[in-house]
């Protein structure tokens, strides 16, 4: 493997195995003075921007002909084309107005996410310092190009890859990129070749940032070319799946077209053989085609996902793709990152040991000095000595800063290492005063942090000891140092120190020596039997408080969450364990572990692993990838960019819209805007709510063309005439059920979406339950339906009005339908139609319709209908009730099964 050169066309190692001088002659630069102007301007021309490319936004006209690729709009397509071919105008133009409205509905709607999440990535434009010309100068990140030399510093972000040329107590947060919590330590030594991307310690890459520490780093790669550009690229290889939604409306399509194609042909030869006027049997043919054809499922369909979009707009997430949102409801596995999505990104100091075995407990979470000390849980003593020591130390021995919020709309953050941030915090919580403290016993001198040696130590001048030392470090680094090492004095540290490490907490210990200054030339050794331990002090990344709740909903909603990190093993299996990701028999995986993995072994052993930890962009992907294999449907959280091709890759990919790089939001068909894992829970309850209304959708369009093909077969076996006019049955499918299906699927949560399994990925959308319920309702239909039609003629009413009496009664059946359709177990009566006030509108609009086509003399001439009387009307609606009771007793004998 070889680096890209400016300016050259020669092979190198990788940048990271290189001196800092080899670096900056390969890079033709100048580590003091910077590139020349020309310089920039040729390299600028030769890279271009120092920026990842953006997918070019669809066209409206792309949006638009996207909505018409389904067999659905196929069928539609082909009865129009047959109604003009037998000059039937009016009725091909009611069809394609159809069709137009549901893609005009779908395009409106794909546009409005764009334009969300167009709005969600103008943030601030970056700004970067680096030397030109001899001078430090402030340019926009994208205006960088390989050979400049930036200037870093705690809070600033990496705008481009480079490596290191100069480094003081550099300290670089790298979850973005690498998964890991805590920020690293960095220095200006070359590395071996074969160094792993989280372990090269000489280089900075973009899309991190700088927690603590200075620097001066050589640009060797922007754009495409940086680690953050090839992982975007992995991602946009990723194969992007079709949805479980798209798979069933495929299926279910192909199985409409044979059936409607099979209905047409049986109608034109019964016709043909009843010697019937072959024009009058085309034209019913096409109506019952189209009735065959619920042509309102594809308007339904884009409304409920529409619907399910603007409510989980409301509940802080951006929908990608309309589609997503049933896919989440039907995850039956959900990966999530453990940086900031689980957790709160906010080192949390949780418990306290003292010399003489005393052990402190720490309320209160996150940056907000907020929370106390409690012993036996009982408060601390603000006298307490040796509290009063220790926290002074953490609070002197310390780079970083603690900032209150600017105003009502901000919160508590820390400048610098999250981990002495912790500190602060801690301290703050006692009641220290932390700028007093520092300014009563300023730092005359320090040691920096040493990575080897995992210490740190600064000198103050204090009112009660003029010179003081305090040290901070690993527990076992620090307990080396102090006096009575490897005694019992200090065996208990260990010991305590080595339960709080099982318990996933990152463990500091803390020593002071009195009247001691600080000597370079000894460093550390200078203090060796001398020091003073203090006591230790444990931290964590403290889940949020929600999430405990949202993984367990998801477990009873039959979702298995697993952990994904970047962090080590037995820290991602202690916050996964607290959080019930994992339980009893669950174990965690890390990277190496996982390549040692075969295929078969991994598809084997993927149900008892909980975390995966240390893992790799390329290994997030396997894991994705073995979970599909084994049947799940797989939904991936996180916010970095190395969780993008996973996202890409899932069957539904969950970004952050906080903390997510552009990267990860650009990969993921959902952005939670709140960063909240707990959004997912509402997520999958709004998609199960999304494919629910929509069953309801289906099974009210199935019941009732399938009462229409019945009736009208009937009739025609019994040597009936016609029972309908081919534009009553248009009216019917088109009107009445027009005004129902739109806002069936506007229907609120039953309250019982949670309790459910996912539906499985071969879920039809035509299932044996719905099957029973369609005989049920479309049997009592055609039973009132029918039996009214045959018992009127046979009375020998006039055809006209026998057929206006049957039309008014199939749509009535229809209204009693919908109230049905509402709920599998309960009651039409149990679920007031006011929750759905869309429901209750269209279903007053449908019956005023059907009034003004019985009643208006225009309406009478153009339907083939004549007024009928009022006892007539309420004789019709008496009948056509029979369908609502027929269902509310299966209704009854399901929920005594159930009970």
Request: net charge negative; charged share 20%.
């Given at each position: 493997?070889?680096?890209?050169?400016?300016?050259?066309a020669?092979?190198v190692?990788?940048?990271?195995?290189?001196?800092?001088?080899e670096?900056?002659?390969?890079?033709d630069?100048?580590?003091?003075?910077?590139?020349?102007?020309?310089?920039?301007?040729?390299r600028?021309r030769?890279h271009?921007?120092?920026?990842l490319?953006?997918?070019?936004?669809?066209?409206?006209w792309?949006t638009f002909?996207?909505?018409?690729?389904?067999?659905?709009?196929?069928?539609?397509?082909?009865?129009?084309?047959?109604?003009?071919?037998?000059?039937?105008?009016?009725?091909?133009?009611?069809?394609?107005?159809?069709v137009?409205?549901?893609?005009?509905?779908?395009s409106?709607?794909?546009?409005?996410a764009?334009?969300?999440?167009?709005a969600?990535r103008?943030?601030s434009?970056?700004?970067?310092?680096v030397?030109?010309?001899?001078?430090e100068?402030?340019?926009?990140?994208?205006?960088?190009v390989?050979?400049?030399?930036?200037?870093?510093?705690?809070?600033d972000?990496v705008?481009?890859?480079a490596?290191?040329?100069e480094?003081?107590?550099?300290?670089v947060?790298?979850?973005?990129?690498?998964?890991?919590?805590?920020p690293?330590?960095?220095?200006?030594?070359?590395l071996?070749?074969?160094?792993g991307?989280?372990?090269r310690?000489c280089?900075?890459?973009a899309?991190?940032h700088?927690?603590?520490?200075?620097?001066?780093?050589?640009?060797?790669a922007?754009?495409?070319?940086?680690?953050?550009?090839?992982?975007a690229g992995l991602?946009?290889?990723?194969?992007?799946?079709?949805t479980?939604?798209?798979r069933?409306l495929?299926q279910f399509?192909?199985?409409?077209?044979?059936?409607?194609?099979?209905?047409?042909?049986?109608?034109?030869?019964?016709?043909?053989?009843?010697?019937?006027?072959?024009?009058?049997?085309?034209?019913?043919?096409i109506?019952?085609?189209v009735?065959m054809?619920?042509?309102?499922l594809p308007?339904?369909?884009?409304?409920?996902?529409?619907?399910g979009?603007?409510?989980?707009?409301?509940?802080r997430?951006?929908?990608?793709?309309?589609?997503?949102?049933e896919?989440l409801?039907?995850?039956?596995v959900?990966c999530?990152?453990?940086?900031?999505?689980?957790?709160?990104?906010?080192?949390?100091?949780?418990?306290?040991w003292?010399?003489?075995?005393r052990e402190l407990?720490v309320?209160g979470?996150g940056?907000?000095?907020?929370?106390?000390l409690l012993?036996h849980?009982?408060?601390?003593?603000?006298?307490?000595?040796a509290?009063?020591?220790?926290?002074e130390?953490?609070?002197l021995?310390n780079?970083?800063?603690?900032?209150?919020?600017?105003?009502?709309?901000?919160?508590?953050?820390?400048?610098?290492?999250?981990?002495?941030?912790a500190l602060?915090?801690?301290?703050?919580?006692w009641?220290?005063?932390?700028?007093?403290?520092r300014?009563?016993?300023?730092?005359?001198?320090?040691?920096?942090?040493?990575s080897?040696?995992?210490?740190?130590?600064?000198?103050?001048?204090?009112?009660?000891?003029?010179?003081?030392?305090?040290i901070?470090?690993?527990?076992?680094?620090?307990?080396?140092?102090?006096?009575?090492?490897?005694t019992?004095?200090?065996?208990g540290?260990h010991?305590?120190?080595?339960?709080m490490?099982?318990?996933?907490?990152?463990v500091?210990?803390?020593?002071t020596?009195d009247d001691?200054?600080?000597?370079p030339?000894?460093g550390?050794?200078?203090?060796g039997g001398?020091?003073?331990l203090l006591g230790?002090?444990g931290?964590?990344d403290?889940?949020?408080?929600e999430?405990?709740?949202?993984?367990a909903?998801c477990?009873?909603?039959?979702?298995?969450p697993?952990?994904v990190?970047?962090?080590?093993?037995?820290?991602?299996?202690?916050i996964?364990?607290?959080l019930?990701?994992?339980r009893?028999?669950?174990?965690?995986v890390?990277?190496?572990?996982?390549?040692?993995?075969?295929?078969?072994?991994?598809?084997?052993a993927?149900p008892?692993?909980?975390?995966f930890?240390?893992?790799?962009?390329?290994?997030?992907?396997?894991?994705?990838?073995?979970?599909?294999?084994?049947g799940?449907v797989?939904?991936?959280?996180g916010?970095?960019?190395n969780?993008?091709?996973?996202?890409a890759?899932?069957?539904v990919?969950?970004?952050?819209?906080?903390t997510?790089?552009d990267?990860a939001?650009?990969?993921?068909?959902i952005?939670?805007?709140?960063?909240?894992f707990a959004?997912?829970?509402?997520?999958v309850?709004?998609?199960?709510v999304v494919?629910?209304?929509?069953?309801?959708?289906?099974?009210f369009?199935?019941?009732?063309?399938?009462?229409?093909?019945?009736v009208?077969?009937?009739a025609?076996?019994?040597?009936?005439?016609?029972?309908?006019?081919?534009v009553?049955?248009?009216?019917i499918?088109i009107?009445?059920?027009?005004?129902?299906?739109?806002?069936?699927?506007?229907?609120p949560?039953?309250?019982?979406e949670m309790?459910r399994?996912?539906?499985?990925r071969d879920?039809?959308?035509?299932?044996?339950?719905?099957v029973a319920?369609v005989?049920?309702m479309?049997a009592?239909?055609v039973?009132?339906?029918?039996?009214?039609?045959a018992?009127?003629?046979d009375?020998?009413a006039?055809?006209t009005?026998?057929r206006a009496?049957?039309?008014?009664?199939?749509?009535?059946?229809?209204?009693f339908?919908?109230?049905n359709c509402?709920?599998?177990?309960?009651?039409a009566?149990?679920?007031?139609l006011?929750?759905?006030?869309?429901l209750?509108?269209g279903?007053?609009?449908?019956i005023?319709?059907?009034?003004?086509v019985?009643?208006?003399?225009?309406?009478n001439?153009?339907?083939?209908?004549v007024p009928?009387?009022?006892?007539?009307?309420?004789?019709?609606?008496?009948?056509a009730?029979?369908v609502l009771w027929?269902?509310?007793?299966r209704?009854l004998?399901?929920?005594r099964?159930?009970a």
């Amino acid at each position: 493997m070889t680096a890209s050169i400016p300016d050259q066309a020669v092979a190198v190692p990788l940048w990271h195995a290189l001196e800092p001088d080899e670096t900056l002659r390969i890079c033709d630069a100048d580590a003091g003075g910077g590139l020349v102007p020309d310089a920039v301007s040729r390299r600028q021309r030769e890279h271009g921007p120092n920026a990842l490319p953006e997918p070019p936004p669809h066209p409206a006209w792309h949006t638009f002909v996207r909505q018409f690729k389904s067999p659905l709009i196929y069928i539609l397509f082909i009865a129009a084309l047959l109604a003009v071919a037998l000059g039937h105008h009016g009725d091909a133009g009611v069809i394609l107005a159809v069709v137009l409205v549901n893609a005009l509905i779908g395009s409106f709607q794909e546009g409005r996410a764009e334009r969300s999440m167009a709005a969600l990535r103008q943030l601030s434009v970056l700004q970067v310092r680096v030397v030109r010309g001899g001078t430090e100068q402030v340019v926009q990140a994208r205006e960088l190009v390989p050979g400049d030399v930036i200037l870093l510093e705690a809070g600033d972000a990496v705008a481009a890859d480079a490596r290191l040329l100069e480094a003081a107590r550099l300290q670089v947060a790298e979850a973005a990129l690498t998964g890991e919590s805590v920020p690293v330590a960095k220095s200006v030594a070359a590395l071996p070749e074969a160094t792993g991307l989280a372990d090269r310690r000489c280089m900075v890459y973009a899309g991190t940032h700088v927690t603590a520490g200075r620097a001066r780093a050589l640009v060797v790669a922007t754009g495409v070319q940086t680690e953050v550009g090839r992982i975007a690229g992995l991602t946009e290889r990723a194969a992007e799946p079709k949805t479980p939604l798209e798979r069933r409306l495929e299926q279910f399509g192909r199985t409409l077209v044979a059936a409607a194609l099979g209905l047409f042909v049986l109608v034109v030869l019964l016709g043909v053989w009843r010697s019937l006027p072959l024009p009058d049997v085309l034209l019913v043919a096409i109506s019952q085609m189209v009735s065959m054809v619920p042509e309102g499922l594809p308007v339904a369909l884009t409304i409920a996902l529409a619907v399910g979009m603007r409510r989980m707009a409301e509940r802080r997430a951006i929908i990608r793709r309309l589609s997503a949102v049933e896919t989440l409801g039907s995850t039956t596995v959900i990966c999530s990152d453990k940086t900031g999505t689980l957790t709160r990104n906010e080192m949390t100091a949780v418990a306290l040991w003292l010399p003489g075995g005393r052990e402190l407990a720490v309320s209160g979470i996150g940056y907000a000095p907020e929370g106390g000390l409690l012993e036996h849980g009982q408060p601390v003593a603000r006298s307490d000595a040796a509290v009063n020591a220790l926290l002074e130390a953490a609070t002197l021995c310390n780079d970083a800063e603690l900032l209150a919020p600017e105003d009502e709309r901000t919160a508590w953050s820390v400048l610098g290492d999250p981990t002495e941030g912790a500190l602060l915090v801690l301290a703050a919580k006692w009641g220290i005063d932390l700028a007093r403290l520092r300014r009563g016993a300023p730092r005359e001198a320090e040691l920096p942090f040493d990575s080897d040696l995992k210490l740190m130590a600064t000198w103050h001048r204090c009112a009660e000891a003029p010179r003081r030392v305090m040290i901070k470090g690993a527990p076992e680094a620090v307990l080396r140092l102090c006096h009575g090492a490897g005694t019992a004095g200090t065996q208990g540290a260990h010991a305590a120190a080595e339960a709080m490490a099982r318990r996933a907490l990152r463990v500091l210990a803390f020593a002071t020596v009195d009247d001691d200054v600080l000597d370079p030339a000894a460093g550390f050794d200078g203090f060796g039997g001398r020091a003073r331990l203090l006591g230790l002090i444990g931290q964590i990344d403290p889940p949020r408080e929600e999430v405990k709740v949202a993984v367990a909903e998801c477990r009873r909603a039959g979702i298995r969450p697993v952990m994904v990190t970047g962090d080590h093993k037995l820290t991602g299996l202690a916050i996964a364990s607290e959080l019930g990701i994992a339980r009893d028999g669950d174990r965690a995986v890390d990277g190496p572990e996982l390549e040692r993995l075969g295929e078969a072994e991994l598809h084997d052993a993927l149900p008892a692993i909980a975390v995966f930890a240390r893992v790799q962009p390329a290994q997030k992907l396997r894991i994705v990838e073995a979970l599909q294999a084994r049947g799940e449907v797989v939904a991936m959280t996180g916010d970095g960019v190395n969780d993008a091709p996973a996202l890409a890759r899932a069957d539904v990919g969950v970004a952050m819209g906080i903390t997510g790089t552009d990267v990860a939001k650009s990969a993921a068909e959902i952005v939670i805007t709140d960063d909240n894992f707990a959004t997912i829970v509402g997520a999958v309850e709004q998609g199960r709510v999304v494919y629910g209304n929509l069953k309801k959708v289906i099974l009210f369009l199935f019941a009732t063309s399938i009462d229409e093909v019945a009736v009208l077969l009937l009739a025609l076996l019994a040597g009936y005439p016609l029972p309908l006019a081919a534009v009553q049955i248009l009216w019917i499918n088109i009107v009445t059920e027009g005004t129902l299906t739109v806002n069936l699927v506007m229907d609120p949560p039953e309250g019982e979406e949670m309790k459910r399994t996912p539906v499985p990925r071969d879920d039809p959308l035509v299932d044996r339950t719905m099957v029973a319920r369609v005989l049920v309702m479309a049997a009592a239909s055609v039973l009132v339906t029918f039996g009214w039609f045959a018992w009127r003629l046979d009375q020998g009413a006039a055809e006209t009005l026998v057929r206006a009496e049957t039309f008014t009664l199939l749509a009535m059946c229809q209204w009693f339908n919908v109230l049905n359709c509402r709920s599998t177990q309960r009651s039409a009566f149990a679920a007031p139609l006011l929750r759905n006030r869309w429901l209750a509108i269209g279903l007053a609009c449908s019956i005023a319709l059907q009034l003004v086509v019985l009643y208006a003399p225009p309406m009478n001439s153009l339907f083939h209908t004549v007024p009928l009387a009022p006892q007539t009307l309420l004789v019709l609606a008496a009948l056509a009730s029979g369908v609502l009771w027929a269902e509310e007793v299966r209704k009854l004998l399901a929920r005594r099964a159930a009970a």
